[in-house]
T-cell receptor, first 111, second 116 residues
Framework: KQEVTQIPAALSVPEGENLVLNCSFT??????LQWFRQDPGKGLTSLLL?????REQTSGRLNASLDKSSGRSTLYIAASQPGDSATYLC??????????FGTGTSLTVIP | GAVVSQHPSRVICKSGTSVKIECRSL??????MFWYRQFPKQSLMLMAT?????????EQGVEKDKFLINHASLTLSTLTVTSAHPEDSSFYIC????????????FGPGTRLLVL
């Protein structure tokens, strides 16, 4: 069974700092990997989706990379802002429709 | 973009009662909808996959008689928590896949259930 781990569990940084969130998964046979943002008590907002054939995706200040062979993905956030404070989840899809979610990284950006 | 709504957003009920949660795809048809549960400080766990017009497929450890799922149309799936107990208190999130389109899932805003 696919297991997804996210490190660190929590992170607190001053505003303006660049940061990296890590995601690892045990089975490299994935269809795609997706990064989500979840605000407290809210649903999920999709940030970036990387297909298994891709190595990275960028959207604004966000950059996600994928190394399928090693079972790793990173989410890079440049010039962090207080509005970036949220929980970030990574999820992998082995195929079909099922997602396996990580436990998330809770990010706090201090003004 | 594709929008998924859930109703209600928050519900409080007494132990032993049943609660129905609706998941709707507002601007697209979804042949498949998914129900997830998220306990505090934990990640989302898939409970069941719901296909329009057929029985839902439940994940291991999820009681199908307790969590009734109905996917009667291409835009609506319902999750009914029967005889709810305090341990069923959780955040329930649905997602929907576009019929005939790429396999992107769109997530609803979630429903907070508190069973007293």
């Amino acid at each position: 069974k696919q297991e997804v781990t996210q490190i660190p569990a929590a992170l607190s940084v001053p505003e303006g700092e660049n940061l990296v969130l890590n995601c690892s998964f045990t089975d490299s046979a994935i269809y795609n990997l997706q990064w989500f943002r979840q605000d407290p008590g809210k649903g999920l907002t999709s940030l970036l989706l990387i297909q298994s054939s891709q190595r990275e995706q960028t959207s604004g200040r966000l950059n996600a990379s994928l190394d399928k062979s090693s079972g790793r993905s990173t989410l890079y956030i440049a010039a962090s802002q207080p509005g970036d404070s949220a929980t970030y989840l990574c999820a992998v899809r082995p195929g079909g429709n099922q997602f396996y979610f990580g436990t998330g990284t809770s990010l706090t950006v201090i003004p | 973009g594709a929008v998924v709504s859930q109703h209600p957003s928050r519900v409080i009920c007494k132990s032993g009662t049943s609660v129905k949660i609706e998941c709707r795809s507002l601007d697209f048809q979804a042949t498949t909808m998914f129900w997830y549960r998220q306990f505090p400080k934990q990640s989302l766990m898939l409970m069941a996959t719901s296909n329009e017009g057929s029985k839902a497929t439940y994940e291991q450890g999820v009681e199908k008689d307790k969590f009734l799922i109905n996917h009667a149309s291409l835009t609506l799936s319902t999750l009914t928590v029967t005889s709810a107990h305090p341990e069923d208190s959780s955040f329930y999130i649905c997602s929907a896949s576009v019929a005939g389109g790429p396999k992107t899932q769109y997530f609803g805003p979630g429903t907070r259930l508190l069973v007293l």
